[in-house]
């Protein structure tokens, strides 16, 4: 069945520093893939996503691209600040399949 | 923005009563869903509903549970006789069309089973 697969948390980054989260997943058909943010406390937020491969996603400074040659979904960022402290979920929904999967999610920490 | 709203924001019930769980999706949308995520650990699907009925449902989804859309608006999950490990906060999530296009989430209820 079509699984979603993310890097190991925490990641505990300062400041400024540059973020990258990886994603790669297996699926039967031709996925949509996302990234979803859920900050403490509240709901699951969509910050970004891609219908197609070659596809580049991109929202509030975090940016990820479709690769099918490597079934990945990687998600980036220049400069984290603070406020990027969050639960990060990599999901995809397949065209063939008729349910949405989601990754374990990856706890990102950013200190001052 | 249209938001997706969900009531209660924390409910405690024993374990064996029945709890229902209410969501109003974004007004516009045509599929609804249901999540589930345990303390800690990954957000699971449990049910997705078109059309006034379930199109598909995952094998947590068992006989305890039945989601319902009693009015153009509402959106609900019961569980007839709540087991401890029914804990966890439950999402419900809409989109325009269908499992390709962006879900919306609404902000969860907990759910504490005691």
């Known amino acids: 069945g079509d699984s979603v697969t993310q890097m190991e948390g925490p990641v505990t980054l300062s400041e400024e520093a540059f973020l990258t989260i990886n994603c790669t997943y297996t699926?039967?058909?031709?996925?949509?893939l996302f990234w979803y943010v859920q900050y403490p406390g509240e709901g699951l937020q969509l910050l970004l996503k891609?219908?197609?491969?070659?596809d580049k996603g991109s929202n509030k400074g975090f940016e990820a691209t479709y690769r099918k040659e490597t079934t990945s979904f990687h998600l980036e960022k220049g400069s984290v600040q603070v406020s990027d402290s969050a639960v990060y979920f990599c999901?995809?929904?397949?065209?063939?399949?008729?349910?949405?999967?989601f990754g374990p999610g990856t706890r990102l920490s950013v200190l001052p | 923005e249209p938001e997706v709203t969900q009531t209660p924001s924390h409910q405690v019930t024993q374990m064996g009563q029945e709890v229902i769980l209410r969501c109003v999706p974004i007004?516009?949308?045509?599929?609804f869903y249901w999540y589930r995520q345990i303390l800690g650990q990954k957000v699971e699907f449990l049910v997705s509903?078109?059309?006034?009925?379930?199109?598909?449902k995952s094998e947590i989804f068992d006989d305890q549970f039945s989601v319902e859309r009693p009015d153009g608006s509402n959106f609900t999950l019961k569980i007839r006789s709540t087991k401890l490990e029914d804990s966890a906060m439950y999402f419900c999530?809409?989109?325009?069309?269908?499992?390709?296009?962006?879900?919306?989430f609404g902000p969860g209820t907990r759910l504490t089973v005691l």
């Open positions: 999901a995809l929904s397949d065209n063939y399949g008729q349910n949405f999967v």
């Open positions: 007004s516009n949308h045509l599929y």
């Open positions: 699926a039967t058909g031709y996925p949509s």
């Open positions: 509903f078109y059309n006034n009925e379930i199109s598909e």
């Open positions: 891609a219908t197609k491969a070659d």
């Open positions: 999530a809409s989109s325009p069309q269908g499992y390709t296009d962006t879900q919306y």
